[in-house]
């Protein structure tokens, strides 16, 4: 997971917006990554070129979803993946020797909330996000994902939105 577990100091906590939803099954394209988060930038060409050669159409944001954290493996062993909803019935297929593929995607409650900033600072939320799950009676359910509400070939870098959102259940 992308998060770092420890306690955070008093200074270090920020005041976060959270809100829990319920997110739908879908239908995503992606690509299975392995080695440092620097490499998303060049992930989102292949995996839409690979999507335009199928045929397939987004209907949606993309996202990212962190199995592992750097705070915990060397940054060659993150395992990591970039997926793309996708509209129609595609068949579930891959990953192929590249990483990428078709599959299903369940729903979940998620506890979420927004930064608003570079994508290279949206790590500094993420203690803020798992201290609320803590607080507030939920636990985490699942790797962490990030949607990228914004394009960063259109959109400056400070006013850049991502989601970052956790599963979550009740504890």
């Known amino acids: 997971m992308r998060l770092i577990l420890a306690a955070l100091p008093e200074e270090v906590k920020m005041a976060i917006e959270v809100m829990v939803k319920k997110t739908e099954p879908k239908t995503v394209a992606f690509i299975s990554m392995k080695g440092p988060y620097a490499q998303l930038v060049e992930t989102f060409p292949k995996l839409y070129n690979w999507l335009r050669g199928k045929g397939y159409d987004p209907v949606g944001p993309p996202s990212g979803v962190y199995f592992n954290s750097p705070e915990m493996v060397p940054a060659e062993d993150l395992r990591w993946e970039v997926h793309c909803p996708i509209s129609g019935d595609v068949a579930p297929s891959g990953p192929n020797e590249q990483g ?11 506890a979420a909330t927004m930064h608003k900033g570079p994508f290279h600072e949206v790590g500094k939320i993420y ?45």
């Not at 990428?100 to 979940?108: D, H, Q, S, T």
């Not at 699942?142 to 959102?165: F, I, K, N, Q, S």
């Open 100 to 110: 990428l593929g078709v599959k299903r995607v369940e729903g979940a409650e998620m």
């Open 127 to 171: 203690g803020a996000l798992v201290g609320w799950i803590m607080e507030n009676g939920y636990e985490i359910a699942g790797p962490p994902e990030e949607v990228y509400l914004t394009d960063p070939a259109y959109t400056p870098a400070e006013e850049l939105l991502t989601e970052v959102r956790f599963p979550v259940r009740r504890r």
